[in-house]
């Protein structure tokens, strides 16, 4: 089963080649939620801070049948904070809020906060600031491994020349339609892997005709045509879903799209609208 298998990141720990997502799952209903994955054979979990469920996603840990060495979590630290000494409380905040001895990746949510999400503004010295508490976190066994969210090349290029530690993973907004190629690139010439969020596009792709007849040609849903396009581009989808069995057939993707299939797949037409997706900043036109 997919779920079982691994990617192998630059500092050698190994993640699950798919992850359950848990944005807009709120603090209650993401036990049961989380609890379920785990049950249909989900050991990657990714949640953060902005998401306001670490609470439930680290109790439904704790009550898995799953030993905790067996999973994989990720969090992330919120985009407002952008300096040493937030970040340090900030992770240190997580680990209590989950109540967990370590985190298997934290990452930083987004190189400016969400509110200047579209301004010039880099805040180059805050994300170098946030790195080095997780630098630290990471050289203490806090954290397993560290990385990036939403972060363009000249974020990631800040970080490499300025820090010890070379982010392990560049979580983006990657999916069928809205491919950056450029980032994915550029992140494997670095030995960055990237985390594809929204692999179905904020349900978007359900509204595609040309999808929709590529899925009912290899006979599998929509998801699953999504999900395995990124996984063969060698990239980590994180799809979310609260259906029981929506969880199990979004990791039934054992089956091959042909480099013919996946040429049109990387050529068709970018969305225009996130619809009502767009007013968060990652999905904005």
Same mark, same amino acid.
Do not use: C
């Given at each position: ?66 030993? !905790? ?48 999400? *579209?301004?010039?503004? !880099? ?86 005709? *040309? ?16 999900? !395995?396009?990124?996984? *063969? ?53």
């Amino acid at each position: 089963m997919i779920t079982k298998e691994t990617y192998k990141l630059n500092n050698g720990v190994e993640i699950p080649k798919i992850g359950y997502g848990t944005w807009m799952i709120d603090n209650d209903a993401v036990v049961d939620a989380v609890k379920t994955a785990i049950n249909v054979g989900y050991t990657h979990i990714d949640t953060a801070q902005a998401y306001q469920n670490e609470e439930g996603v680290g109790k439904a840990i704790k009550e898995s049948d799953v030993a !905790r060495e067996d999973l994989f979590v990720t969090t992330k630290l919120a985009a407002e904070v952008k300096s040493y000494d937030e970040a340090v409380k900030s992770i240190d905040e997580s680990l209590k809020t989950m109540g967990l001895d370590y985190i298997d990746m934290m990452i930083i949510h987004s190189p400016k906060p969400w509110q200047e999400f *579209q301004n010039e503004d !880099r805040y180059f010295e805050g994300n170098l600031e946030a790195w080095k508490a997780l630098e630290e976190a990471y050289e203490a066994g806090k954290l397993k491994a560290i990385g990036v969210s939403n972060f363009k090349k000249e974020d990631l290029d800040n970080i490499l020349e300025n820090a010890k530690v070379k982010p392990q993973v560049n979580q983006i907004l990657a999916h069928i339609t809205n491919v950056p190629t450029d980032m994915i690139d550029y992140a494997k010439s670095k030995d960055i892997l990237i985390e594809a969020f929204s692999p179905i596009g904020h349900g978007e792709l359900f509204k595609n005709e *040309q999808v929709a007849e590529m899925a009912k040609k290899y006979g599998v849903s929509i998801p699953q045509l999504a999900i !395995r396009y990124d996984l *063969q581009l060698g990239l980590l989808p994180l799809p979310k879903t609260q259906t029981p069995s929506h969880m199990k057939s979004n990791a039934q993707v054992d089956f091959e799209i042909s480099a013919e299939d996946m040429e049109v797949l990387n050529n068709m037409e970018e969305i225009k609208d996130y619809g009502e997706a767009s007013y968060f900043p990652v999905f904005a036109k």
